[in-house]
C-alpha cells in the first residue's frame, strides 16, 4: 500500500499559491489516475482531516490524501491516515513547494529532514521518522531566496510561473508514477540530473 500526500493549505484564498504546490500536483495526478486507473474522486474524511482518492495500479492499493489542517499542522492528518492503513514510511510519498530548489526544478528525496519546510517538520514530528520519499518542487525566484519567506509562498502564481509550473506538474506526474511501477531510486536517477 502507498500512500501519497500533497501539502498545501485549505481554503480559497489559498488556492494556486506557491505553499499549494503539492496541492496542484495531487489534484492532476488524481485527475489522470481517474482517467486511466478508475481512481474514486476527492472524498472528505474527517476522521483523517483530509481528501482523499483511493485506486489500485498493478494491484497496489494507493491512497492520495490532501491534509485539510494547515501547513504547519499537516503531520495531524498523516499520522492518522498513516497508522489507520499501517503505512510503511519507505511506502509514503510526500509532495511539497521548496523554496532551496529553482522553479522549475524538481527533486526526489530519502531519509532526508525537513531543510526548514513546516510541513514536512510536521509530519516527521508526529510520525517519528523521517524514511519516507519527497518530492520537492522548487519555487525558488531567478533573484534567489526571498527575505520575507512566509509572505513570499503564500503568493498567488502569476501568468509566467504558472507556465512553469504545469510542465513541473506533468514531470511529477510522471516522477511519481516511476516510483509507484519501477521504485524511487529508478525516478531519482532520471529526475535528480
Known amino acids: 500500500m502507498i500512500l501519497i500526500i500533497g501539502l498545501g493549505n485549505p ?109 514536512v517538520k510536521s509530519i516527521d514530528s508526529e510520525l517519528g521518522t523521517k524514511n519516507s520519499i519527497r518530492l520537492r518542487l522548487g519555487i525558488q525566484p531567478k533573484q534567489g531566496k526571498p527575505k520575507n519567506l512566509e509572505k513570499f509562498v503564500l503568493l498567488k502564481l502569476n501568468k509566467q510561473e504558472k507556465k512553469i509550473i504545469d510542465k513541473i506538474i506533468n514531470n511529477s506526474t510522471k516522477a511519481i508514477e516511476i516510483i509507484v511501477l519501477q521504485g524511487a531510486q529508478k525516478a531519482m536517477d532520471e529526475f535528480n540530473k
Open 11 to 119: 481554503g480559497p484564498s489559498y488556492q494556486k499559491t506557491k505553499h499549494n504546490f503539492g496541492w496542484l500536483v495531487l489534484d492532476w495526478l488524481q485527475e489522470k489516475w481517474e482517467k486511466e486507473y478508475n481512481f474514486s474522486r476527492w472524498e472528505k474524511a474527517k476522521k483523517f482531516k483530509a481528501e482523499i482518492s483511493k485506486g489500485k495500479i498493478n494491484n497496489e492499493f494507493i491512497i492520495l490524501a490532501k491534509p485539510l489542517t494547515f501547513m504547519n499542522l499537516s503531520g495531524q492528518a498523516v499520522k492518522a491516515l498513516f497508522f489507520h492503513y499501517k503505512i510503511k514510511p519507505q511506502d509514503l510519498i510526500i509532495i511539497h513547494d521548496d523554496i532551496d530548489i529553482p522553479l522549475g526544478n524538481l527533486k526526489i528525496v530519502r531519509n532526508r529532514g525537513a531543510a526548514g519546510h513546516k510541513g
